[in-house]
């Protein structure tokens, strides 16, 4: 029984090793823009780099153009921005599909 319940948290483990998604401590924004041409957007964070390890950075992206609520998103995280304010991201487990090098973001928390 005690080599059966090793092997469970073995695997347990193993396959909680593979799957991935953070929620970042408080962070400041440093920088933000948007490329013109295509649409990719940018967060520059402090702290230790987020993300799968295939992209791990400082730097969040997504698309203005394309991702569902990027412009609301974009006008939040542009007031928290300018308004000195903290952010938390909750981290996707994969990578920016327009640029593999980056990670992205399925939520955010503007705090107070």
Do not use: W
Request: charged share 20%; aromatic share 12%; hydrophobic share 40%.
């Amino acid at each position: 029984m005690k080599s059966y319940l090793n092997a469970v948290l073995m695997v347990t483990a193993i396959y909680a090793g593979t799957s991935y998604a953070e929620e970042t401590v408080e962070r400041d924004i440093i920088t933000m823009g948007c490329h013109k041409e295509n649409g990719n957007c940018f967060m520059e964070i402090n702290g230790e780099p987020v993300g799968p390890s295939e992209c791990i950075a400082n730097s969040v992206r997504f698309n203005i153009l394309s991702d569902k609520n990027a412009e609301a998103s974009f006008t939040l995280l542009s007031a928290a921005f300018f308004s000195g304010k903290k952010v938390r991201f909750t981290i996707s487990d994969q990578c920016y599909s327009q640029q593999n090098t980056f990670p992205t973001f399925t939520r955010f928390q503007v705090l107070n």
